[in-house]
């Protein structure tokens, strides 16, 4: 259904209209949408998956229609279905109670996820005389979050969810410290919560390399770019989407006058767009492109549109599909 008809050409209101670049979905969220399509093809329906498989009911309700069923928990699976973890990561418990119900288990955990995995086990050194504890920037309850520590020991790792936390945590050996970041944060909010344990705990180590995602970073910088010549930016995203949600916070500290997270066209609401001269869009890395044409579409129906799309990076990155799918693809 459209938001309103479609106006006459000499009734539409001028809006120009800035498109950040890149946007929308990075090669983590691709890398397992084709994950569960391909065991779909390969396996048949239904193919299980423990959790939204990225945060985007679009892609979830797509995946649906093909054969999907998406669970909370692997109690819910049958004996020997296929099931797929999502691309946020689960803790090692997960697959353990795969394999001990012969579940066929599929891990689309996105490999830059993955790699935070193996830096929180490299700084725990299996328990060893090396044995770092790890404080971890992220955000409490989140599915990354919950992953990424869920593959060490209990209280081998402390959440850092802000930089008031980062002021007053109190480790036992403070000499003895690692950190590592969930990867969809606030580039800005986690350098500023860095220096603060930096500053605290001057031999704490970090990662070889920025844990924070080549995608998030690239989406933050393209709102940065066009913000400050906004009236209003619409980030296309889910609530639960977390980089969603950080580039809506980074298009309003960068100088938009408002900026808003619209899951989808049906979603929005129309009555924002009053006294918009210059209208920003972004998409979440879990957010499809179609999603943003469909805005597209539904504004050029009442607005003589001048689009601008300001492209701060190419991205030509592309992630294998996990053993044993990638053997035959």
């Not at 399509?37 to 093909?66: C, D, S």
């Not at 955990?109 to 504890?133: I, W």
Request: with cysteine; net charge negative; charged share 25%.
């Amino acid at each position: 259904m459209m938001p309103f008809p479609e106006l006459p050409s000499d009734q539409k209101a001028p809006l120009r209209l800035l498109l950040a670049g890149p946007r929308g979905f990075c090669a983590g969220v691709d890398r397992a949408i084709r994950v569960v399509e391909e065991a779909l093809r390969r396996y048949g329906a239904p193919v299980y998956v423990r959790h939204e498989i990225v945060h985007n009911r679009t892609v979830v309700e797509g995946l649906e229609a093909k054969g999907a069923i998406f669970v909370e928990e692997l109690d819910e699976v049958p004996e020997d279905a296929h099931v797929v973890f999502s691309a946020h990561g689960v803790p090692k418990s997960v697959p353990a109670e795969a394999r001990r119900r012969n579940l066929l288990y599929l891990d689309a955990t996105c490999p830059l996820v993955s790699k935070v995995h193996r830096e929180a086990e490299r700084h725990f050194a299996g328990g060893g005389p090396d044995q770092r504890h790890i404080l971890m920037i992220g955000h409490a309850g989140h599915p990354e979050v919950v992953g990424t520590m869920g593959q060490l020991p209990p209280g081998a790792v402390t959440l850092i969810n802000d930089a008031r936390e980062a002021s007053t945590v109190d480790p036992q050996d403070p000499n003895k410290l690692a950190f590592i970041t969930q990867t969809t944060l606030s580039v800005d909010d986690t350098a500023e919560i860095v220096e603060i344990l930096r500053q605290r705990f001057p031999n704490i180590e970090g990662p070889r390399r920025e844990d924070i995602c080549y995608a998030t970073t690239n989406r933050q910088m393209a709102v940065k770019e066009l913000a400050p010549e906004c009236d209003l930016v619409i980030v296309i995203g889910a609530p639960n989407s977390s980089n969603s949600q950080r580039l809506r916070e980074v298009a309003e500290r960068s100088g938009a006058k408002r900026a808003l997270l619209v899951p989808k066209l049906s979603d929005m609401d129309w009555s924002e767009l009053e006294g918009v001269k210059t209208l920003g869009i972004s998409a979440g890395a879990s957010a499809p492109e179609s999603l943003v044409q469909e805005m597209i579409t539904a504004l050029s129906r009442r607005y003589d549109l001048q689009i601008e799309e300001r492209i701060v990076k190419e991205e030509n990155i592309n992630f294998r599909l996990p053993h044993p799918l990638s053997d035959e693809t």
